[in-house]
């Protein structure tokens, strides 16, 4: 079975995932890339400010296979908006 590395971007402060996992196939990569992201922003609980994140699915053989990219944000609306 293949190995997928998955390179993390957290607004600009990039790591290279050294170690990679084995996964079946690159469609077992392209799902397991979102549980990805949303355990690296768990990890890092945003203080307010957006936050962009980026994780590369790269392939040892083939290069970069898939990009997926996640925002968050946080904004004030309604009566919350007009406290602030």
């Given at each position: 079975m293949p190995r997928y590395f998955f390179d993390i971007d957290i607004c600009g402060n990039a790591a290279r995932d050294p170690e990679g996992v084995v996964l079946e196939n690159d469609e077992?990569?392209?799902l397991a890339v979102t549980g990805v992201l949303h355990d690296v922003a768990l990890a890092t609980l945003p203080d307010g400010k957006p936050q962009l994140f980026v994780a590369t699915?790269?392939?040892p053989?083939?290069?970069p296979l898939f990009r997926t990219t996640?925002?968050?944000?946080?904004e004030r609306v309604g009566a919350a908006?007009?406290?602030?």
């Amino acid at each position: 079975m293949p190995r997928y590395f998955f390179d993390i971007d957290i607004c600009g402060n990039a790591a290279r995932d050294p170690e990679g996992v084995v996964l079946e196939n690159d469609e077992a990569a392209r799902l397991a890339v979102t549980g990805v992201l949303h355990d690296v922003a768990l990890a890092t609980l945003p203080d307010g400010k957006p936050q962009l994140f980026v994780a590369t699915v790269r392939s040892p053989e083939r290069g970069p296979l898939f990009r997926t990219t996640m925002r968050l944000e946080t904004e004030r609306v309604g009566a919350a908006a007009l406290i602030a």
